[in-house]
């Protein structure tokens, strides 16, 4: 597989994980709980911990599943396996699309203890290890859904040259946590955390269609440029 390939592989599944919600709705959470209690400054800071948490594990699992691929199969997955992904990938979506949120509001399918845990650490953290930490569980939690897109991310990795394989972990991280950098700067612009949960609520059905749809996407791109070759 070329460089160009196996990047365009990764750009697409670090943009399919940005599609899901888990992390960025926690991040309006603290936003909003912060805000009634920090200055503006303080609460800039606690959201940049907050996505570096989430970034770093998007970085290191990409890097952790490319070393156990490689090292269990002695290179790239075989065309079963790739199969095995879209169909997971496929499955994914099919579901997504009937049980992503729970109910009239945007609580996702996560089980609502863990889903209580989350809102109420995102209402609570005072300091930037605690938001890093936060960011880090909240990817955690997402790996149900997440660890597909990383395990193609990381078959692609390593077919790649061996010069470009950190760059491309680091671009897939990247584009997981671009809609938090978007919200941060959208925030930071004179929008509030409110406003922008008003809009997630009345768009909910248009966001789990995007997530459901990228899933698709990402099983058809595998199947037009990875199996039929």
Not at 182 to 203: C, D, F, P, S, V
Request: glycine share 6%.
């Amino acid at each position: 597989m070329s460089d160009l390939l196996c990047l365009a592989t990764i750009a697409l599944a670090g943009l399919t994980q940005a599609s899901l919600q888990l992390s960025f709705g926690a991040l309006i959470l603290l936003y909003h709980a912060s805000m009634g209690r920090h200055r503006r400054k303080r609460t800039r800071f606690l959201a940049k911990s907050y996505i570096w948490g989430v970034g770093t594990v998007s970085f290191l699992m990409i890097c952790c599943l490319a070393f156990l691929i490689d090292t269990i199969m002695g290179g790239a997955l075989s065309i079963l396996g790739l199969l095995i992904l879209v169909g997971t990938l496929c499955a994914i979506a099919f579901v997504m699309w009937g049980l992503y949120f729970r109910g009239t509001g945007t609580e996702l399918w996560i089980p609502r203890n863990l889903s209580r845990y989350v809102s109420r650490r995102a209402r609570n953290t005072n300091d930037n290890l605690e938001a890093f930490s936060l960011g880090m569980l909240s990817n955690f939690l997402e790996m149900p859904l997440s660890i597909v897109l990383s395990l193609v991310a990381a078959n692609a990795m390593i077919t790649m040259s061996s010069q470009w394989q950190v760059l491309a972990a680091l671009l897939f991280a990247a584009l997981s946590i671009a809609p938090l950098i978007y919200l941060k700067i959208t925030i930071k612009t004179g929008h509030n955390a409110l406003e922008i949960q008003k809009w997630r609520q009345k768009n909910k059905k248009f966001l789990k269609n995007i997530a459901s749809s990228s899933f698709l996407t990402l099983a058809l791109f595998i199947i037009a440029f990875w199996v039929v070759k």
